[in-house]
């Protein structure tokens, strides 16, 4: 019962494919987010879902292209993936409203060869 | 500019120390603060946030908005504590608490 779950875990691809991480989260949550975290383990808010509609895009290259079918899905697809996508993704979940604190995901560790 | 500054990369300490971490912030509003903790392959998760201003595996930090700090604090370092330790800033758009600035992080290691 893992309130934010992400796959694959491990992902490692060539130069120029297509790829997608999903996340699901069964909190309840409304909101969900995508955050990127580089080799020097900095991490950066990527995107933000509220209720299926994209809130905050922080100046992420167009191949990056979210989808929300859902309050408890955020997927992330990469068109056309770059040597410097290589990173570990996590995503996370919050309510909206309320005082609850933000829950990441595991990571997915992308390798782009 | 909003930002979140962790002047130290790698702390490293003995077992039973003082452990201090180090957490700067930049904001033009009323700041939300929080320290998250990364265990070696394992998620992010929250360690404490200062409106709760409770201690955390004896972990406490307390928000100073003159100095503009939110210092990690623990009076003696356990070896379980060695982790990557992140000072967040909430951006608090419409109260949700997801929406986080990261500083970049300090590594703390406890040496037995």
Not at chain 1, 24 to 30: A, M, P, S, T
Not at chain 2, 64 to 85: I, V
Request: charged content about 20%; hydrophobic content about 30%; proline content about 4%.
């Amino acid at each position: 019962d893992t309130a934010v779950s992400q796959t694959p875990k491990y992902l490692v691809t060539q130069m120029g494919n297509d790829k997608s991480i999903k996340c699901e989260q069964n909190l309840g949550h409304d909101t969900m987010y995508w955050y990127k975290q580089d080799s020097k383990k900095f991490l950066k808010i990527m995107f933000s879902y509220n209720n299926k509609e994209l809130i905050i895009n922080e100046t992420v290259p167009n191949r990056f292209s979210p989808k929300s079918p859902d309050k408890a899905h955020l997927n992330l697809h990469i068109n056309s993936l770059e040597l410097g996508d290589s990173a570990v993704y996590f995503c996370a979940s919050s309510q909206w409203d309320g005082d609850t604190e933000a829950f990441f995901g595991q990571g997915t560790r992308l390798t782009v060869v | 500019a909003q930002r979140v500054t962790q002047p130290e990369k790698l702390l490293s300490v003995f077992k039973g120390a003082p452990v201090e971490l180090k957490c700067n912030y930049s904001y033009s509003g009323s700041p939300e603060l929080f320290w998250y903790v990364q265990y070696s392959r394992q998620r992010l998760q929250l360690l404490l946030r200062h409106i709760s201003r409770e201690s955390i595996k004896g972990f406490t930090a307390d928000l100073n908005k003159g100095e503009t700090s939110f210092h990690l604090k623990k009076p003696f370092a356990q070896e379980e504590d060695s982790a990557m330790y992140y000072c967040a800033l909430s951006r608090n758009y419409g109260g949700s608490q997801g929406n986080l600035i990261f500083g970049k992080g300090t590594k703390l290691s406890v040496k037995p």
